[in-house]
């Protein structure tokens, strides 16, 4: 099922995200739900507070990248109480967008080498060094998890050059392809 996205402005979005037990209620439902909202609007990765859910939950899925990064093929993974622990490596600058910013793309710097902690859908513990992309996206998905967004990376005036974007969808007037939940 296709779920709402929740859009910027959204008070979950701004949450710090609660861990769950493995009794999480219709968790795998859950899961795959996310899935299909994220894949139907062409992102590569949702946190459960996008879709209105202040839990620490986030599905990724890499395989739409891998005709250029073959290492991603057949990548999709669902991340439960994921934690940052440590951020190393060097600072890398890449452009990036949010499913929960609709139409805004902005460079943002981020470590290239994290280390994860985290448990797979069957609540099985993982502690893992992660690198480049991956890395990349797990930080902007977990960041979420944080009640943090990538426009908080950015510079006073580059925030101030999206402010008119930003108002827009503070007035619950965002466009974009995909089912949307908008502040009223």
């Known amino acids: 099922m296709i779920l709402p996205i929740y859009v910027y402005g959204q008070p979950v979005l701004r949450k710090v995200a609660e861990d769950i037990t493995p009794d999480y209620p219709e968790l795998k439902e859950l899961i795959a739900n996310m899935f299909e909202t994220m894949e139907h609007a062409d992102g590569v990765g949702l946190a459960a507070p996008q879709v209105g859910l202040?839990?620490?939950?986030?599905?990724?899925?890499?395989?739409?990248?891998?005709?250029?990064?073959?290492?991603?093929?057949?990548?999709?993974?669902?991340?439960?109480?994921?934690?940052?622990?440590?951020?190393?490596?060097?600072?890398?600058?890449?452009?990036?967008?949010?499913?929960?910013?609709?139409?805004?793309?902005?460079?943002?710097?981020?470590?290239?080498?994290?280390?994860?902690?985290?448990?797979?859908p069957d609540f099985v513990e993982h502690d893992e060094v992660v690198e480049g992309y991956l890395a990349r996206v797990m930080q902007h998905e977990f960041d979420h998890l944080d009640g943090k967004m990538f426009i908080d990376y950015l510079s006073p005036l580059?925030?101030?050059?999206?402010?008119?974007?930003?108002?827009?969808?503070?007035k619950g007037k965002a466009r974009g392809s995909y089912k949307m939940k908008q502040v009223k």
Do not use: W
Not at 60 to 85: C, M, Q, V, W
Not at 158 to 170: A, V
């Open 54 to 120: 202040p839990i620490r939950v986030v599905v990724i899925t890499l395989d739409p990248l891998s005709d250029e990064l073959p290492e991603f093929k057949g990548f999709r993974r669902a991340y439960i109480n994921a934690h940052i622990i440590e951020v190393g490596g060097e600072e890398v600058g890449m452009e990036e967008g949010c499913l929960s910013i609709p139409g805004i793309h902005e460079t943002v710097k981020r470590a290239d080498r994290i280390r994860v902690r985290y448990m797979d």
């Open 158 to 170: 580059r925030k101030q050059m999206i402010r008119g974007k930003l108002n827009t969808m503070l």
